[in-house]
């Protein structure tokens, strides 16, 4: 639990940083790529996705399940394909949450609070990297004293193993799949928004780059 609060507080702390590295960039549209680039519910899940892709690339090593050998002086890295189950879960929360605790606490609330969004943000967080943890400590689930377990019912080297991981191959492949998913929608999602409630600004109605620069065009308007 210790380990899960120091990554969430980690992550939400990089995700505050991207809120504003767009701006501070002087809008240069690679950084808008993972970056918030407009105050829609889409724009602040990205900003947590970001940093959480960065962990999920590190986990491994992180929760021990994966480590580095040499093989005839040429450096290795291995780790347990079981992982990719748990990367996936914390992605997809994050999804999933940030708009369920936004939506019904604006409706109470029935305006914006930035101290109540931020507080927001850092739970959804918090909640996927104990989502994270659960779906790695799960019955079944290889630990790091057996990291060559691999797919389910056999080890690395694809021999029968007499203690079988939980997660089926299948299972596997379709947490890899999400994965691929979740990472190509970040960019793709910021140069071709949907037209969806998720995805429109807060503050003019319109989506993905096209509502900064509405934004920008209003504010300089009303110093005139």
Same mark, same amino acid.
């Given at each position: 639990?210790?380990?899960?609060? !120091?990554?969430? &507080?980690?992550?939400?702390?990089?995700?505050?940083?991207? *809120? /504003?590295?767009y @701006?501070?960039?002087?809008?240069?549209?690679?950084?808008?790529?993972?970056?918030?680039?407009?105050?829609? &519910?889409? @724009? *602040? %899940?990205? %900003?947590?996705?970001?940093? $959480?892709?960065?962990?999920?690339?590190?986990?491994? %090593?992180?929760y021990g399940y994966g480590y580095f050998f040499v093989i005839f002086g040429e450096l290795h890295f291995y780790f347990s394909p079981q992982i990719f189950v748990p990367m996936a879960a914390t992605l997809?929360?994050?999804?999933?949450? %940030?708009?369920?605790? /936004?939506?019904?606490?604006l409706a109470i609330m029935k305006k914006h609070n930035v101290v109540v969004s !931020?507080? @927001?943000? /850092?739970?959804?967080?918090?909640?996927?990297q104990v989502?994270? #943890?659960?779906? +790695?400590?799960?019955?079944?689930?290889?630990?790091?004293?057996?990291p060559f377990l691999g797919f389910c019912g056999g080890d690395a080297t694809g021999v029968i193993s007499s203690v079988a991981p939980c997660? $089926?191959?299948? #299972?596997?492949?379709a947490s890899i799949i999400i994965i691929i998913l979740v990472v190509?929608? &970040?960019? +793709?999602? $910021?140069?071709?928004?949907?037209k969806f409630f998720l995805f429109r600004d807060s503050r003019n109605g319109k989506y993905g780059l096209a509502a900064t620069e509405s934004h920008n065009h209003n504010r300089k308007r009303r110093r005139h």
């Open positions: 639990m210790v380990k899960a609060i !120091i990554i969430s &507080v980690i992550i939400g702390l990089l995700g505050s940083i991207l *809120h /504003f590295a @701006e501070w960039s002087g809008r240069k549209k690679i950084v808008a790529l993972f970056s918030a680039v407009n105050e829609s &519910v889409w @724009e *602040h %899940i990205k %900003i947590a996705l970001v940093p $959480t892709i960065i962990f999920c690339a590190i986990s491994p %090593i992180i997809l929360s994050i999804i999933i949450l %940030i708009p369920l605790l /936004f939506y019904p606490i !931020i507080i @927001e943000f /850092f739970v959804a967080i918090f909640l996927s989502i994270f #943890t659960w779906v +790695l400590d799960m019955p079944g689930f290889p630990g790091p004293s057996n997660y $089926t191959q299948s #299972t596997i492949i190509v929608s &970040v960019p +793709l999602f $910021t140069l071709f928004p949907p």
